[in-house]
């Protein structure tokens, strides 16, 4: 159970004699089970009653044994399946007047005021009208014998918040449910053709497989189509590589599996606010729709987001598709653009010529997407006319001369490689700097795109410190956080930290599983990550960890005990495993090895450990598809900024030493000061984590 101690995260909010009831409604998604999960422990946690509501609307409405009151042990092994535990109904009843009559009386004998409905817009414009029409269903009951008034009274207000699951992302809200088996199943089906129709999924999709062709509702093809599509093929595909054709539907596949961890962070995290919403929420607060922005959760009007989604339909209706795109929100948007960039070559002759060199390097550790980064920033450099330069083996390639010239069609296929394929070294800059500055002379480098980890940040740093010595560094420099380890200055995600997630989280499943024929078992397992806590917090977070040792929130003998009484006591309940992930680094002293040993001493009689370094398999594969899409976007981003210094500095006609240092944030920018040192460092990073673990540490296992 949630210990005290923690409290303080949210000690002035209280949920004592609040009752919430929790819904999954219209098709199942993954994710769902973590929403859930959260709302219950989190309802829990600070005092309410949860009540599950199985099946959908029509549990509500059918009453009986369908509302249940949920325990914390109730929601225990959720996280990872698929679809809904709860089970989710489309329900005719609640369309109709009586069918929402009855739902009320039956929340109303149960004082359920409070309900968090998870679903796509069907089950938020249901839940709305509910809501709008709750007093006078209210006095209905009382007229009719089945509550007195004094209930009428006490139960007067009903409170919605909206958390949206649905697989087609239709919601004008990021979701990233369903891309991980959309994404097997694409790759599955390398070399042949797929036409997805799912939307927002579609269009995801395609920046992230690099397919040749969509057909969307928001984008219809122009007249002639057929003809062009036929063309392409059959010179492409069918001629040229002899390659055969196939149409696969891809259906309930997108449905199914596992839930990615970012699934399972939003889905939690998204859980944990809904409650906060609820509880702050007054008689006349607007029913909400909990989302994320960027890293934030944030709450948004659920009227306005159906009205919404319901003019992205009305615009398409009436083929006012530019602006269904609009409508459909900046993700979608940027997506699309992103594809359509990146997709189709320009012939030569269309091409703009700006005369300027880019060059681009990994740097560090390889972290999955940095090839999806690279492919982008090549394909974006060449459309905008620039000739692009790739650089093998980071700094150190750099300075024995490892420069080429790198067409549109080198890195056609990067975007689904794990590792790094221009190759990439940690050797940092500084005591090659001369070698390094006279390549850039010889190829007559206009700018510099750094795709790495913290390495890349100090290479970075020591190419602004020479500036004053080499005017070749007086160019736009930028760079593309991608490391596993997610600590890079000023940057709060990078490119290959989903990846490495995943990783961990699936391999926590499958440890987890490895035991469930034996109870009474706690397993430690060691994660990457240097001295930042991201992956050891944030997936401990994803796999439902009892515990998070981590270095930026230093833990003590006294924490070690109480986290070992915590899971005597839970191996008491039907829970009978444990999960705790530790951070590398977290502590010189308290080893991995320390803490296994110290937890088989402490548990004996009552549970049994096993430990697991989970080492370099962090590092590999292939990129999930976040990353991938990650990658491109930011990539594109970075390409984009870039091209606009070099035609600034083209005007000017001068090599300029004000060059902000950039780095490329989550589609933003953010600027650097050189002065940057490594307590900010830390600080920034503790930031990242902070977050993260206060719900970590909430939604326990
Ligand atoms: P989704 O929530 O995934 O969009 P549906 O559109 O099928 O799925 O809606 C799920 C359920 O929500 C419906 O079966 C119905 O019970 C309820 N619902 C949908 N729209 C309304 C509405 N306008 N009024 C009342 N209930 C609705």
């Known amino acids: 159970m949630a210990q005290t101690d923690n409290k303080k995260f949210f000690e002035n909010l209280s949920g004592a004699g609040k009752a919430i009831a929790v819904l999954t409604s219209g098709g199942d998604a993954q994710g769902m089970n973590a929403a859930v999960r959260a709302v219950v422990r989190m309802g829990i946690y600070v005092g309410a009653k949860v009540y599950f509501v199985h099946e959908g609307y029509q549990g509500m409405v059918d009453g009986g044994d369908n509302i249940k009151e949920a325990t914390w ?20 009843d609640f369309r109709m007047h009586e069918g929402r009559l009855k739902a009320a009386h039956n929340l109303v004998q149960r004082g359920i005021t409070n309900l968090c409905v998870i679903g796509g817009d069907g ?22 014998g089945l509550i007195d008034e004094e209930a009428s009274q006490k139960y007067s207000a009903l409170h919605i918040v909206g958390m949206v699951g649905s697989i087609d992302n239709d919601f004008s809200i990021l979701a990233w449910i369903c891309k991980k088996p959309m994404i097997g199943m694409v790759f599955a089906l390398d070399g042949e053709m797929m036409l997805p129709t799912v939307k927002q999924d579609a269009v995801f999709c395609l920046s992230v497989c690099a397919s040749d062709w969509v057909l969307i509702p928001e984008m219809p093809p122009e007249d002639g189509w057929e003809e062009k599509m036929c063309q392409k093929l059959s010179a492409l595909v069918v001629q040229r590589l002899g390659f055969d054709t196939r149409v696969t539907i891809l259906g309930h596949v997108q449905r199914g599996g596992t839930p990615s961890a970012f699934d399972r962070i939003l889905a939690s995290r998204m859980g944990v606010e809904a409650v906060l919403a609820l509880l702050e929420t007054t008689a006349n607060t607007p029913a909400c729709v909990v989302s994320l922005c960027g890293n934030q959760s944030v709450r948004l009007p659920l009227m306005e987001c159906v009205q919404m989604t319901q003019q992205v339909q009305k615009a398409m209706d009436e083929k006012r598709f530019e602006e269904a795109v609009q409508l459909r929100g900046r993700s979608f948007e940027n997506n699309l653009k992103t594809y359509k960039l990146l997709a189709h070559r320009k012939p030569e002759s269309e091409l703009p010529n700006s005369n300027f060199n880019v060059a681009v390097l990994n740097v560090g550790a390889p972290a999955a997407g940095m090839n999806a980064a ?23 390639g750099f300075y024995k001369g490892q420069i080429k010239e790198i067409k549109w069609a080198d890195v056609g296929g990067w975007t689904g490689q794990g590792g790094s394929l221009l190759g990439t070294k940690r050797t940092l800059p500084a005591k090659h700097i001369d070698k390094i500055a006279e390549q850039m002379q010889k190829y007559n480098i206009n700018a510099l795109l750094v795709i790495g980890g913290f390495e890349a940040f100090l290479g970075i740093m020591e190419l602004l410190a020479a500036r004053s010595s080499y005017e070749e560094f007086c160019i736009p420099l930028c760079m593309l956080p991608a490391t596993i380890s997610n600590n890079v200055p000023g940057t709060n995600l990078s490119i290959g930290a989903d ?4 990783a961990i989280v699936e391999t926590c499943d499958r440890i987890k599983q490895s035991a469930s024929g034996t109870k009474h078992r706690v397993f430690i397992i060691e994660t990457m990550g240097g001295y930042c806590g991201y992956l ?11 515990a998070a040792y981590i270095f930026e929130e230093p ?45 088989s001493e402490e548990g004996k009689g009552v549970f049994d450990c096993r430990k697991n370094v989970l080492g370099h398999m962090q590092q590999g594969g292939a990129p999930s598809p976040f990353d991938r899409n990650f990658g491109t976007k930011i990539a594109a981003k970075a390409m984009q900024w870039i091209s606009k210094k070099l035609n600034e500095s083209y005007r000017k006609g001068m090599k300029d030493n004000s060059y902000a240092f950039h780095v490329v944030m989550k589609q933003t920018f953010l600027k650097l000061s050189i002065e940057l040192n490594h307590h900010l460092t830390f600080f920034l990073t503790c930031a990242v984590v902070h977050e993260a673990l206060s719900i970590c540490h909430l939604v326990k296992a």
Do not use: P
């Open 123 to 144: 089950s938020l414009t249901g839940a709305n009208l509910f809501r709008k029409e709750w007093s006078g269903l209210l006095a209905e009951l009382v007229q009719q």
């Open 499 to 502: 990846t490495a997630l995943n």
């Open 374 to 396: 690279v492919r982008s920033a090549v394909r974006v450099g060449i459309s905008e006319g620039h000739k692009m330069f790739a650089v093998s083996d980071g700094f150190e």
């Open 73 to 92: 042990e109730s929601v225990s092994s959720m996280l990872q399946m698929g679809g809904t535990v709860i089970g989710s109904a489309r329900c005719k």
């Open 536 to 546: 050891a917090s944030v997936g401990g977070l994803a796999a439902g960890a009892d």
């Open 555 to 599: 833990f003590d003998i006294r924490e070690l005990q109480s986290n070992v009484e915590h899971l005597t006591e839970k191996m008491k309940t039907s829970i009978q495993r444990g999960l705790v992930l530790r951070n590398e680094n977290s502590n010189e002293n308290y080893t991995t090895d320390f803490i296994y040993q110290l937890y």
